[in-house]
């Protein structure tokens, strides 16, 4: 049965197609539904005066749009979609599935989550419910159903979003139970090979049959709980995938069906299963602003988008004005920030940017997740900053659209060992997730383009690849790592990686496993660090910040060379860094926490060796820049400031123009960069 719904899953995939686009769409999401009085025409005025392009639709109302069982109206969505289509503008419409009616919670109560501990979720919030229940996925059906029949060939309607910001919701009721056993059973076959890989023999747990495997709820075995989380998040990509199988049945060729990720990268969802069946990635960043505004956070999220189908990719949601749940952190950004970062946006591949949302709303829990409206619903000082950018997008988003970025630097992002990590932590304060991010921010700092690959990915494009713990990882999938070094790439390992195999079971060979070769050293012992340690002589002239934390490999050589040692009177006989040629690449091992600074001399290092550095590691701190090519085949480089002072430095690149102001630049020309402020250069 599972082999039957894979292959149905990877038919439904084969038919997403890339979405085209001739310029940037820029807008918001729209519910006139939510307004305190009937202001259409106003609203659609508005954004027409503003130049907004595309709106979002739909995805928050099914008790709108079926207000009783198998009563269903569209009149009211009727009106709004036609007025936006007289206006010129276009409509992403969305499956209402991620917010129940209070009728259907009345009628099928058990459809509601029942989570590990037995608790069940309450009506009243969103995404409470079991995606995978059947009562749930017939209701689902017809409504999708509905809605589809009746649009699909309205000529405003340009894609769809299926669901909303979609994850498994912590489901674990009977239903999830059963599921799982069946899910197991087509994996594995007997019990038998459970109790092998998992060492169901530990504590006299063995099972004869799969009636005696017991319930998750109290399981603590680690490969248990892994194939758990793994069999949610492919409920997740199941639930998607059959939204799309459904949409694709009446959608025209020229629409596109998206899905819209929250920020970053998930730990219960498999976004790159679930990328496969859409036609375009959209994602939802999220990011502080005023002096907190540096453009990390959001460029993190983007580059997931874009890696996860090596394609442009739409922003659905982003800030306008304040956000958040309550009114206690409302920070609007500063005059140019909203600007500078749409175009953030556009550098790292986006085609759409769209905030949540277009007017703010008077109740309800998001009430201080301001659109670019306030609650008065006049324009003010975000709408002018909206306006000019609309403005300019008219005139330019031909010539930025479908930007194609190569980077050459990649993050090994590995979902099984964050879990593997999180079942079996070696630190409080120090996890998978701020290895990662702290990798990211580095290469951001440094200017050097980010690509995320997962340990299946192809990496043959890349000279850099950074790889936070990779704890659980198959022999296969450790020797490609390898393969990929000794062809010549540069490999940034961390401690705890090949520790552990793809069921989370500890190897019973000399760590590193099968990347002791690649490595070029051995270690059978590892310590925990009560304090931070500094580095011998501070080999990396990191200063106050050269120290490393929290755990140490004891490593011992073998081909690899030591880089540095720590200043301890035991410890000190073991390399932190170790870096070993191998092949026609290298491996740069840490066995350690480092401090960020020392990360960043590391990570440059690494870079300076692949031929990855140059004039962009010598721009003042506060500017970034990101670069691509366009449809046209010309180079791109966007400078950013990200400050309240006016940046100079040296545009090192091809003359070109700046397509904002019209003006050409000469190679080595300085460039002036006021406060918030971008250029954009087009090569000639």
């Known amino acids: 049965m599972r082999l039957a719904i894979l292959a149905l899953l990877l038919a439904a995939a084969a038919l997403a197609q890339p979405a085209k686009f001739n310029t940037i769409l820029y807008g918001a999401a729209y519910y006139h539904e939510y307004m305190p009085s009937d202001r259409l025409d106003k609203d659609v005025e508005l954004m027409q005066k503003a130049g907004l392009t595309v709106v979002r639709l739909g995805e928050s109302t099914w008790t709108s749009w079926e207000p009783r069982d198998g009563h269903f109206e569209f009149a009211w969505m009727d009106r709004i979609v036609d007025r936006l289509h007289k206006a010129g503008i276009k409509v992403i419409l969305g499956t209402p599935t991620y917010s129940i009616p209070p009728w259907l919670y009345q009628k099928h109560p058990d459809i509601l989550v029942t989570r590990l501990d037995g608790t069940k979720a309450a009506y009243g919030i969103r995404q409470n419910m079991d995606i995978t229940h059947p009562v749930y996925r017939f209701y689902c059906e017809r409504v999708i159903r509905q809605i589809m029949a009746h649009y699909k060939d309205h000529p405003a309607i340009i894609g769809y979003q299926i669901d909303n910001e979609t994850s498994n919701y912590g489901a674990a009721g009977p239903v999830v139970q059963k599921n799982f056993n069946d899910y197991l059973k087509e994996k594995f076959g007997t019990t038998q090979k459970l109790n092998e890989i998992w060492g169901f023999v530990y504590w006299g747990q063995l099972v004869n049959g799969w009636d005696d495997l017991p319930p ?256 659980v990882a198959s022999d296969a999938q450790l020797q490609r790592l390898s393969d990929y070094a000794k062809n010549g790439g540069h490999v940034v390992l961390t401690f705890k990686s090949g520790f552990t195999d793809q069921y989370d079971t500890v190897r019973p060979v000399m760590a590193p496993g099968p990347l002791r070769e690649a490595a070029g050293f051995h270690y059978q012992e590892f310590s925990t660090l009560k304090t931070p340690l500094p580095l011998k002589g501070d080999p990396f002239q990191a200063g106050a910040d050269n120290q490393v934390s929290t755990w140490a490999e004891m490593i011992i050589p073998d081909t690899a060379r030591p880089l540095a040692f720590y200043d301890h009177p035991f410890f000190g006989k073991y390399p932190a860094i170790t870096r070993n040629a191998f092949g026609k690449g290298t491996v740069t091992f840490e066995g350690t926490v480092l401090s960020d600074t020392l990360q960043n001399k590391i990570l440059k290092d690494v870079l300076s060796a692949a031929g990855l550095t140059g004039p962009d590691q010598q721009l003042p701190a506060p500017v970034k820049v990101k670069h691509g090519t366009s449809n046209s085949g010309k180079r791109m480089h966007y400078y950013f400031n990200y400050s309240s002072h006016s940046q100079n430095f040296a545009y090192t690149y091809a003359a070109g123009t700046d397509i904002l102001s019209a003006k050409p630049v000469a190679k080595s020309q300085q460039l002036a960069l006021a406060p918030w402020d971008l250029a954009i250069i087009e090569e000639q």
């Open 216 to 471: 998750r709820d109290g399981i603590l075995n680690p490969g248990y709980k892994l194939e758990w989380e793994r069999f949610q998040q492919s409920r997740v990509t199941d639930f998607l995938a059959w939204q799309a199988r459904l949409l694709r049945e009446y959608k025209r060729p020229d629409q596109f069906i998206t899905q819209d990720f929250s920020g970053g990268v998930h730990t219960d969802n498999d976004q790159w299963a679930i990328a496969r069946h859409l036609d375009i990635v959209a994602t939802n960043p999220y990011y502080p602003v005023q002096d907190d505004l540096d453009g990390q956070p959001a460029t993190f999220t983007d580059d997931v988008a874009r890696s996860l189908k090596g394609a442009n990719f739409l922003v659905t949601e982003t800030n306008a004005q304040t956000i958040g749940w309550d009114s206690k952190g409302q920070f609007p950004p500063y005059d140019g920030q909203l600007r500078l970062n749409v175009y953030s946006h556009i550098a790292d591949g986006a085609n759409m940017v769209e905030y949540w949302h277009w007017h703010s709303l008077h109740y309800g829990q998001e009430t201080y997740w301001k659109g670019i409206l306030s609650h008065d619903l006049e324009p003010n000082r975000i709408y002018a900053e909206f306006t000019r950018v609309a403005q300019e997008l008219k005139k330019i988003g031909p010539r930025l659209v479908n930007l194609q970025r190569r980077n050459e630097v990649a993050i090994l992002y590995s979902i099984d060992s964050f879990h593997g990590i999180q079942f079996m932590p070696f630190s409080d304060k120090v996890n998978y997730m701020n290895i990662l991010r702290q990798f990211h921010q580095v290469l951001y700092q440094l200017n050097a383009g980010v690509d995320f690959v997962t340990p299946d990915s192809d990496y043959s494009r890349y000279k850099v690849i950074v790889v936070p713990p990779l704890y």
